[in-house]
């Protein structure tokens, strides 16, 4: 089946596109990549959406503005990636949406919310379109993310030692061999917005790391950003832009006098390896797989080489896997599982009572003609 995932991140600055042919061969899933597109948010757009997050105030009406137009992003890249990367022979869209709000009380997450209506990516590409995946996850007592996990542990599976993949995107995650998967942090979410709101908007994330390479680590403000009390909650746990967000930083800056913006960001770019770190050492990992924006980040990258001494650290580029098109990949799999009657979750990953077959489907442009039902969950996903 030729699938395209499509994906929007913490940082929403673009939404990914990536096409894929999956085939389900017995126990084994094979993922033959077509390649990403990237279509970037109009940039009107990207700035209504940073002023309804929270800890903003929004309405209703801007909420329902939102949903058409990001659903009309998301279907332009759709459209696109059927076209350049399917050969306009797509059978299935999966949409993570765009999400704007995770509601997390004490470590239990209540709910979750994207935005991206499907409806207007159905009409688009004509194909039917799984979208909202994470609820049901929730629904089942689970945290609803890191929905990525199931797809690392089944590419993973079978590697030696202890591996373990993590995502850089603005909040940072990992899956390790046993099933644990959490968000350990910020990964970019914090440095994007001590870039935007020392710049004054002019800069949306430290390009290059080329802040924090001019910079210095300010020791106790690093110890304050570390003080955290959501770095010692029980795993499984998520977090999001709800906690980490300018005004966060701004709160933990009182005090300290007048800090460069280097040195501030240099000190989130250390909060971000140090916390990440912890994790990976909490696992007792052999080797790191990353993937993500914040792969692109050589300082960070840096910081995190010297905080796992001994610890291979690669990128998922190294396995054949670009490390920018492994969320939207990994929702090709997801859509391609819940198509086929499968559960696309984990409950060691997410805490869940049991596995769910997630999301919602939207008939396509020839209503919607279902598969049969697969006989078996797969075990392990290669990529051809």
Avoid at 17 to 34: F, G, H, I, S, Y
Avoid at 170 to 199: E, K, M, Q, V, Y
Avoid at 316 to 336: I, M, N, Q, R, T
Wanted: glycine residues 10%; proline residues 7%.
């Amino acid at each position: 089946m030729r699938v395209i995932g499509l994906m929007s991140g913490t940082s929403y600055d673009a939404i990914d596109a990536a096409a894929a042919d999956l085939t389900l061969d017995e126990e084994t899933l094979v993922l033959r990549p077509l390649g990403l597109v990237s279509e970037p948010y109009a940039p009107e757009l990207r700035e209504t959406l940073a002023a309804a997050m929270p800890p903003a105030a929004t309405s209703l009406a801007e909420v329902c503005r939102l949903d058409t137009r990001i659903g009309q992003s998301f279907a332009a890249a759709a459209v696109r990636a059927d076209r350049e990367l399917c050969d306009a022979k797509g059978e299935l869209v999966a949409s993570h949406g765009q999400t704007v709000y995770h509601w997390v009380t004490d470590g239990q997450v209540h709910g979750t919310l994207q935005l991206g209506q499907p409806a207007w990516i159905a009409e688009a590409t004509g194909l039917p379109v799984v979208a909202d995946f994470r609820p049901r996850d929730i629904a089942a007592g689970g945290q609803g993310a890191p929905l990525v996990s199931l797809f690392d542990l089944l590419w993973l599976r079978g590697r030696p030692g202890t591996p373990v993949a993590l995502n850089l995107g603005g909040i940072a995650n990992l899956t390790a061999p046993d099933g644990t998967a959490f968000d350990t942090g910020p990964a970019c979410a914090l440095l994007d917005a001590a870039a935007r709101g020392f710049s004054g908007g002019r800069l949306d994330h430290d390009v290059d790391g080329a802040l924090a390479a001019r910079g210095t680590v300010h020791g106790p403000l690093l110890s304050r950003l570390l003080a955290e009390p959501y770095y010692r909650l029980p795993v499984p746990r998520t977090t999001g832009k709800e906690l980490f967000h300018l005004g966060y930083l701004r709160d933990a800056l009182a005090g300290f006098g007048t800090l460069t913006a280097e040195d501030v960001i240099a000190t989130l770019t250390a909060l971000s390896a140090r916390t990440v770190a912890d994790a990976v050492r909490a696992v007792a990992a052999t080797e790191v797989i990353a993937s993500g924006g914040g792969t692109r980040n050589p300082v960070l990258m840096a910081m995190l080489a010297a905080e796992l001494p001994g610890v291979t650290l690669r990128t998922s580029d190294a396995l054949g896997l670009p490390s920018a098109a492994k969320e939207a990949y990994a929702f090709a799999v997801l859509g391609f599982l819940t198509l086929h009657g499968l559960a696309g979750t984990e409950p060691a990953s997410t805490g869940a009572r049991h596995p769910s077959v997630l999301g919602s489907v939207t008939p396509g442009r020839d209503g919607l003609r279902l598969p049969a039902r697969a006989d078996r969950a797969p075990h392990r996903l290669v990529l051809e």
